[in-house]
């Protein structure tokens, strides 16, 4: 999926809040997905509400990671991933801040 710039930069935050708020009271919610060919993707509340979250990052100029749920980082990896020195990771860690094997 392509998402131009342009198109994202007149999305109003607002707006993507009332639609979301909107759409999580539907009962029987049904979305899709449309590329420039015409095919068309089903997707689920769930994922609808998340592409809205992505979108609204993107207009507030945030970064987005996307990690698969399985995966797994060395604590280097996780440290440098979110941001912080191993040290304070391991420290982290150690508290129980997130599971890790």
Not at 10 to 20: A, P
Request: glycine share 2%.
């Amino acid at each position: 999926m392509h998402l131009e710039s342009d198109k994202i930069s007149k999305l109003n935050t607002r707006s993507i809040k009332q639609v979301d708020s909107h759409c999580s009271r539907i009962e029987d919610f049904k979305a899709k997905l449309i590329d420039s060919n015409g095919e068309e993707i089903s997707i689920s509340q769930s994922e609808y509400q998340l592409i809205l979250k992505v979108l609204q990052a993107i207009k507030s100029d945030q970064i987005i990671h996307i990690v698969s749920q399985n995966s797994k980082f060395t604590t280097q990896q996780a440290a440098d991933f979110v941001n912080v020195s191993h040290p304070y990771l391991i420290k982290l860690l150690e508290q129980g801040w997130a599971p890790c094997s």
